[in-house]
């Protein structure tokens, strides 16, 4: 971690793609995963939850989290993209 901006914090934000309600709720597991690991990691990190938009039927739409701490930004700095969970029909 030598990157100019790995000391400091981060703001993530996660966005339902397309999916609809299956999008939403997994944009919400993973808000939920990104917190815990936040609030559960060694360094302490303040985690604050600056937006949340609620799906219609279940999950959310978007959220944005800033999490602040030593290095922060350097550890959550590789989770950029999309995230999928492919369903398989029975």
């Given amino acids: 971690m030598g990157g100019a901006h790995d000391s400091c914090g981060a703001v993530l ?14 944009a919400e597991m993973l808000l939920r995963m990104y917190r ?4 559960g990691h060694p360094s302490g990190y303040r ?3 600056t937006e949340r938009t609620e ?5 959310i739409k978007s959220a944005a989290l800033t ?3 030593p ?3 350097g550890h959550l700095k ?4 999309t995230h999928r969970l ?3 029909s029975p």
């Avoid at 397309?18 to 997994?26: K, N, P």
């Avoid at 815990?36 to 609030?39: D, K, N, S, T």
């Fill in 13 to 26: 934000t996660l966005t339902a793609g397309a999916g609809g309600v299956d999008a939403q709720d997994w």
């Fill in 36 to 39: 815990r690991w936040a609030e």
């Fill in 47 to 49: 985690v604050t939850l």
């Fill in 55 to 59: 799906g219609e039927e279940a999950g």
């Fill in 67 to 69: 999490i602040d701490g």
């Fill in 71 to 73: 290095y922060a930004y």
């Fill in 78 to 81: 590789a989770e950029r993209g």
């Fill in 86 to 88: 492919p369903r398989l």
